[in-house]
């Protein structure tokens, strides 16, 4: 297969800094409108100037020692250099084999008309035009985050491609649930030599092997449906080969026992507090739409860890503040103080929780007292650096953190804590981020399987009837 050149747009360098190593055989340019681009944007403090540094560093180690007659025949990325296989490279340890280009010459083709002025889109786009032109047999395309960028392209007939190498999934739908149906046939087809034992807790045990067992994953949940959406739940504990042990899971739905005052009203939410309330289980990530309960179900097994048995210290609750409409500006106080606004999630699901039961008005405000001071709120913007020992940590709407972001926050995880990732994939407020690149369906992917995590989607929304008629026809 020929080898193709992309012309780079500045976004796809701000976007992925090690793009420059993600496109395999293929050969790179980079017109001068780029790294003038990079250098105005290199002042500051901010993450996108630190980004622009990381990229001018990378470049100048790429043109270092080289003079002008080598850069013009194109730059070799050195073997150095690895390319992520998990992001669209190839293996570990297989260096990129293409050439970088610099414009080195100023253009001599002219665009259309009817793109006048002096753009820097439209002299990224006409350096497109002139890669085109100087290398017919060649398949030039022009790869750029910017949609209009691409349209503009597209009229004055230059390929264009979007930068897809940090999506995790080609579709959403291949994120695993968390959970799957068992068969009718499922005993006959695993029950030849199982061996079944009750463990510590006194929670029956199962070992058993059949074809099911090659798609089961650690801390996945299988379950039997029956009428009453109850019936046998199972968690896989391990696989080993193609056996898989089994372990019932505890029922926390009405009539049993309940989890600071509140009980799980469906399967999933069932799913959800057995790996909250799971000592063996280190990182959680639960999916779901407005008003299917991640908030409240979190909080719940938080506080029954932290007060009613001490196995954390405190809960401390985090989210990025992007604004749904416009920002509301700075907010004077404290770091807590000027979180507080961003957490109304938080206090309506504790107003709910500290209102359980028939207790007065003393009694809870005593509670709220006591919850004030094991309950933490805190902004991500200080959270590199920090170790977070035997605590209970819950990162809100994490859909809307990249994934460096999130890879930062569970690093931050000392001995003994326990971190969740709540989100809604489908409310997304981050500019440059969508349902296949965000964070959050990132660490879902490549947490899938440990044995220390777990995940589960809420399907069904148990807010009101309005909440659930809105989520369906809106």
Same mark, same amino acid.
């Given at each position: ?13 701000? @976007? ?18 780029? =790294? ?31 003079? @002008? ?152 949940? =299988? ?16 696989? #080993? ?106 206090? #309506? ?19 709220? #007292? ?74 879902? #992917? ?29």
């Amino acid at each position: 297969m020929k080898k193709k050149i992309f012309v780079l747009d500045t976004n796809v360098l701000m @976007h992925d800094p090690s793009s420059l190593f993600r496109f395999e055989e293929h050969d790179l340019f980079i017109p001068m409108v780029v =790294l003038e681009e990079l250098d105005g944007l290199k002042k500051g403090t901010s993450d996108t100037a630190r980004t622009a540094r990381q990229v001018s560093r990378q470049l100048d180690e790429l043109v270092a020692n080289k003079n @002008h007659a080598q850069i013009e025949k194109g730059l070799p990325i050195p073997s150095g250099i690895r390319k992520n296989p998990a992001l669209g490279g190839g293996k570990v340890g297989e260096p990129a084999s293409g050439r970088l280009f610099f414009q080195t010459t100023p253009t001599e083709t002219s665009l259309p008309g009817i793109l006048p002025g002096n753009k820097p889109d439209n002299s990224i786009l006409l350096t497109a035009l002139a890669v085109q032109q100087k290398n017919p047999g060649r398949k030039v395309a022009l790869v750029s985050k910017d949609i209009n960028l691409r349209l503009k392209a597209a009229i004055v007939g230059v390929h264009t491609e979007d930068y897809h190498n940090d999506q995790v999934l080609e579709d959403l739908d291949l994120l695993p649930a968390g959970y799957t149906e068992l068969t009718e046939d499922f005993w006959q087809t695993h029950g030849d030599k199982m061996e079944s034992w009750q463990d510590e807790r006194g929670r029956a045990c199962y070992k058993l092997q059949g074809p099911g067992v090659k798609e089961w994953y650690s801390n996945q949940f =299988l379950y039997m449906a029956d009428g009453d959406d109850r019936g046998l739940e199972l968690s896989v504990q391990s696989i #080993d080969d193609d056996k898989a042990k089994l372990r019932v899971i505890r029922d926390y739905r009405v009539g049993k026992t309940p989890v600071w005052g509140i009980h799980a009203k469906n399967r999933e939410q069932n799913f959800a507090l057995n790996l909250l309330l799971d000592p063996d289980i280190d990182f959680v990530t639960i999916l779901g739409t407005a008003g299917t309960g991640k908030t409240l179900l979190t909080l719940a097994a938080g506080l029954a860890q932290v007060l009613d048995e001490p196995r954390y210290r405190e809960i401390i609750m985090t989210r990025v503040t992007v604004p749904l409409g416009d920002d509301i500006g700075f907010l004077p106080g404290t770091e807590e103080e000027k979180m507080t606004p961003w957490m109304g999630a938080l206090m #309506d699901n504790l107003e709910v929780l500290t209102q359980q039961g028939s207790a007065g008005d003393w009694e809870r405000a005593a509670t709220n #007292d006591l919850l004030s001071k094991r309950i933490k709120i805190r902004s991500l913007n200080f959270m590199r650096g920090r170790t977070f020992l035997n605590r209970f940590v819950i990162i809100d709407e994490a859909q809307n953190l990249t994934s460096k972001q999130m890879k930062t926050l569970i690093t931050r995880c000392g001995p003994g804590s326990k971190m969740i990732c709540l989100g809604n994939l489908t409310q997304i407020d981050t500019p440059y981020l969508s349902e296949t690149t965000s964070g959050l369906t990132y660490v879902v #992917d490549r947490f899938r399987g440990w044995a220390h995590g777990g995940h589960v989607t809420l399907a069904r929304g148990e807010r009101s009837r309005l909440a659930a008629h809105a989520s369906d026809v809106l």
